[in-house]
């Protein structure tokens, strides 16, 4: 059996909410023992809401938190924690892996996802759309992908938080479209 846990963590992004699922094998075990299944930043297009039933539970985030405090102080460049399984359509998660190959840094183009996922030429749209449903933000790096022009182009948790997290990671000022 499966509970669906959740927590709110303070960030430079705002409070952020994180969702995980906890098998009862899970139970018991050393905080950290949830696999992630959502974190969203406050007024996210297509984020998680608090569901009746949800249980909230910080210390099953614990090392999630920590990751993310040390990623925001600039003392980490990756994430390492178990995320739930099952989640997206087969070409969602070809398209989310690219994403977390993205060194901490760097950008893409959206043109270079839909290439490594063999997307080409009308592609692209269903890329951005796939990228676009990411259900975790920054732990899974989609904000390290930008126009073919170098433009800031569509982030679920706004331009401005897109910015702050290039900007955080050393990415070049880059101008909105």
């Known amino acids: 059996m499966t509970t669906t846990v959740y927590a709110r ?5 705002g409070e952020l909410l994180l969702v995980g699922e906890e098998s009862a094998a899970d139970v018991g075990e050393q ?4 696999r992630l299944r959502s974190l969203s930043v406050p007024g996210q297009k297509g984020g998680a809401v608090v569901e009746d039933g949800w249980r909230c539970a ?3 985030f614990t090392e999630v938190s920590r990751q993310l405090e040390a990623y ?3 003392r980490s460049t990756r994430f390492d924690v178990p995320v739930a399984e099952g989640l997206g359509t087969e070409f969602q998660r070809r398209v989310w892996a690219v994403l977390e190959s993205i060194p901490y840094g760097s950008t893409v183009s959206y043109g270079e996802v839909a290439a490594q996922v ?3 030429g009308a ?3 269903a890329v951005g759309t796939a990228i676009g449903r990411n259900p975790l933000l920054v732990v ?3 904000h390290r992908v930008i126009g ?3 433009a800031l182009r569509g982030y679920a948790g706004g331009l401005e938080r897109k910015k702050l997290l290039l900007g955080l990671e050393g990415g070049a000022e880059r101008s909105e479209p």
């Open 9 to 13: 963590v303070g960030s430079p992004l």
């Open 31 to 34: 905080a950290g023992g949830v």
């Open 58 to 60: 910080p210390e099953a």
């Open 72 to 74: 925001f102080a600039g």
């Open 118 to 120: 063999g997307a080409s």
């Open 123 to 125: 592609g692209v749209r």
């Open 140 to 142: 899974r790096p989609c």
């Open 148 to 150: 073919a022009d170098g």
